[in-house]
């Protein structure tokens, strides 16, 4: 399978509901970013968490980094309507600068 | 943190026209940055490593003479589509390394042109 592979694919959750997306790799790395994109337009940088970190927060968002399981999750608490994206996970590999994109959680808050 | 912009975010060209979109690092330099294509179900492809200062490697299966790259500075690299065809129609993405201490880097992603041919 890809590397950086999200999972699910797609999620459906209420507003005020707390939404979780992982992602899982094959290869060490170097860091690994979270993206969101809404239908259209373009990416928009969420978080970077390197390879020595195991979480790290910024607002409604918490990242977590397992490199023994080569996976991480992205929480999104209290969702909003203007959550809705797709999601992606970007893992940059320690063999090289070389990025390996996924694609993406589809996330649909409904209000 | 680090930013990488583009310039422009959308454009429409008529066929058989050029169209140049533009990568920058604004607060760092980059010495190296990418060129991804974006496909409808969201994967990326990589088109080319920019290198300032030399040639762009291209991957295979992407023709070098239509999507033109040039890497003139240290925080700029452009993507020229040439004789642009409805085909081409797609959203390009760059991507741009920022070297950090003991040579570890960190690349990130610009937001993107989607680039509509007519």
């Known amino acids: 399978s890809q590397q950086g592979e999200e999972d699910p694919q797609a999620l459906s959750i209420q507003e005020g509901e707390n939404a979780t997306m992982n992602c899982s790799y094959k290869t060490s790395i170097n860091n690994l970013q979270w993206y969101r994109q809404n239908s259209g337009r373009g990416l928009v940088h969420l978080i970077l968490?390197?390879?020595?970190?195991r979480e790290k927060h910024s607002g409604r968002l918490r990242v977590t980094l397992d490199t023994s399981k080569k996976s991480s999750s992205l929480l999104i608490t209290a969702s909003r309507a203007a959550d809705t994206a797709s999601y992606f996970c970007?893992?940059?590999?320690?063999?090289?600068?070389?990025?390996?994109f996924g694609e993406g959680t589809q996330l649909t808050v409904n209000p | 943190g680090a930013v990488v912009s583009q310039h422009p975010s959308r454009v429409i060209c008529k066929s058989g026209t050029s169209v140049k979109i533009e990568c920058r690092s604004l607060d760092f330099q980059a010495t190296t940055m990418f060129w991804y294509r974006q496909f409808p179900k969201k994967s990326l492809m990589l088109m080319a490593t920019?290198?300032?200062?030399?040639?762009?490697?291209?991957e295979q299966g992407v023709e070098k003479d239509k999507f033109l790259i040039n890497h003139a500075s240290l925080t700029l690299s452009t993507l020229t589509v040439t004789s642009a065809h409805p085909e081409d129609s797609s959203f390009y993405i760059c991507s741009a390394i920022r070297w950090g201490l003991s040579s570890y880097n960190e690349q990130f992603f610009g937001p993107g042109t989607r680039l509509t041919v007519l």
């Open positions: 970007i893992t940059q590999e320690t063999s090289g600068s070389r990025l390996t």
């Open positions: 920019s290198n300032e200062g030399s040639k762009a490697t291209y």
């Open positions: 968490i390197r390879s020595n970190e």
